[in-house]
């Protein structure tokens, strides 16, 4: 079946524009989280949707991060006036239900490089 | 709060020797414990996972873990290593009595298996 798919799979930007990274999510799966993983380092958290609850916005960096998904479904990640600290691979991830011991399910990522 | 870490960045085995990847976490409560595979350039695929019960825990590809209570570690574990076991590996933990719905990644163990 389907797996979890992001696009574009590569952005390069220039400092200071607004980018735009795509989710879509494992049919059926309410839950989709977002990650961010720097060069060397492990997964960060970003936000977290379950179903029409509100989001967990926690991980959030700065107000220039912003999130949305829509219908349940596909999730759009903004990040506007990107900083080159900005420059990382965002993952995508879904799971099925409530449980929080289900397993995610990532996509392939999109790797952010902003110059 | 949750947390794990990975002592070893990398660590380095030949061929049909067993091989060992170090995990240990720290939660407030009981904890559900991860491992996932990331490929170059792909996203993380999902092992295996310890909720409860038999402290063995099986996975994907021949690899299993031993959940240790008292030494709050998760090592990953198989008895003979392949040279496509070449990747690297995240240990990941989420706290069943908290609050946070995201799993939190250890910074990544970097496996190579020598031919």
């Known amino acids: 079946g389907a797996g979890v798919s992001q696009s574009p799979s590569n952005k390069v930007t220039e400092k200071g524009k607004d980018v735009e990274l795509r989710c879509d999510p494992i049919s059926g799966h309410t839950a989709l989280y977002w990650y961010r993983q720097s060069l060397g380092q492990g997964l960060e958290f970003l936000i977290y949707?379950?179903?029409?609850?509100?989001?967990?916005k926690s991980g959030l960096p700065s107000d220039r991060f912003s999130a949305e998904r829509t219908g349940g479904s596909v999730s759009t990640l903004t990040i506007q006036r990107t900083q080159q600290e900005d420059s990382a691979v965002y993952l995508c991830?879904?799971?099925?239900?409530?449980?929080?011991?289900?397993?995610?399910?990532f996509g392939p990522g999109t790797r952010l490089t902003v110059l | 709060a949750q947390s794990v870490a990975q002592p070893e960045d990398q660590v380095n085995v030949a061929e049909g020797n067993p091989l060992t990847v170090k995990c240990t976490y720290s939660v407030s409560g009981n904890p559900y414990l991860f491992w996932y595979v990331q490929y170059p350039n792909r996203g993380l695929q999902f092992l295996l996972k310890?909720?409860?019960?038999?402290?063995l825990v099986k996975g994907s590809y021949g690899f299993e873990a031993e959940f240790n209570k008292s030494q709050t570690s998760f090592h990953l574990k198989k008895p003979s290593a392949l040279v496509s076991d070449s990747a690297l590996y995240f240990c990941a933990v989420r706290d069943w009595a908290g609050s946070a719905r995201q799993l939190t990644f250890g910074s990544g163990t970097q496996l190579t298996v020598l031919p």
């Open positions: 949707f379950q179903g029409n609850s509100a989001p967990d």
């Open positions: 310890y909720i409860t019960g038999d402290n």
């Open positions: 991830a879904s799971s099925s239900g409530l449980a929080s011991y289900n397993e995610q399910f």
